[in-house]
C-alpha cells in the first residue's frame, strides 16, 4: 500500500483537475504514480516533464532502444512499478524481455543506465566515445537527462512505495529485484 494517499479524480480540482482529463482522454486512465503526485500539483507539474522528455528521447534512439534504456535503468534501481510498465513495452513490442537481443547501440545505452544508477561518476569516457558513434552532442544531453528524469520517477515510486496498477499485476512475478547493492555490501 503507497505510503500517502492517492487525490482520486473525483477529488481534483483546477489545473489538476485539467491534467487528470488530459491523462484520461489521451490514456483512458490515470496511473497510480499519477493519483500520488496529485497530492502537490507543483510536484506533478514539474514530473510530467518526464513525457517531453520521453518524446524526444524516442526520436532520438527509437522506440525500442529507448524502452530498454528506460528498462535498464528502473530493473538496476530496483523499482518495481517503472520496471513492470517497461516489462509491459517490451511484450507489447512482440519481444521476450528475459530474452532480449541487443544491437551495439542498445548495449551501450544499456551499459549507460546501468551505471547512472550504480555509479554515475563512474561512467567512463571510453563510454562516452562509443555512445558519440551513434549520437551526437545534443543527443547525449537528451539520454542522459532522460536518465536523471527516470532515476528521479524511480526513487518517487519507490520511497512512497506506489502500488503496482492493476493492469500489470499479472505480470509482478517478472519483474526481477537487483541485487548489485547486496554484492557491495
Known amino acids: 500500500m503507497a505510503r500517502v494517499g492517492y487525490k482520486r479524480y473525483e477529488d481534483a480540482t483546477g489545473e489538476l483537475k485539467e491534467a487528470y482529463d488530459a491523462l484520461l482522454s489521451k490514456s483512458g486512465n490515470i496511473t497510480n504514480m499519477k493519483l500520488v503526485l496529485g497530492n502537490s500539483w507543483t510536484v506533478y507539474d514539474a514530473y510530467i516533464g518526464w513525457y517531453r522528455v520521453w518524446d524526444k528521447l524516442v526520436e532520438v534512439v527509437g522506440e525500442r532502444a529507448a524502452i530498454i ?37 542498445e548495449t551501450l545505452l544499456v551499459e549507460l543506465g546501468q551505471t547512472a544508477v550504480k555509479n554515475p561518476n563512474g561512467v567512463s569516457d571510453a563510454l562516452i566515445s562509443d555512445l558519440k558513434k551513434y549520437f551526437n552532442d545534443e543527443e547525449l544531453v537528451v539520454i542522459v537527462g532522460f536518465a536523471g528524469e527516470m532515476i528521479m520517477y524511480n526513487v518517487f515510486n519507490s520511497i512512497l512505495d506506489v502500488d503496482v496498477d492493476d493492469r500489470l499485476l499479472p505480470i509482478k512475478g517478472e519483474f526481477k529485484p537487483e541485487t548489485w547493492r547486496e554484492k557491495d555490501k
Open 69 to 105: 534504456f528506460a528498462h535498464s535503468i528502473s530493473t538496476t534501481n530496483g523499482c518495481i512499478l517503472c520496471s513492470l510498465f517497461f516489462i509491459q513495452d517490451i511484450k507489447d513490442l512482440g519481444e521476450n524481455p528475459a530474452d532480449l537481443v541487443l544491437d551495439e547501440k
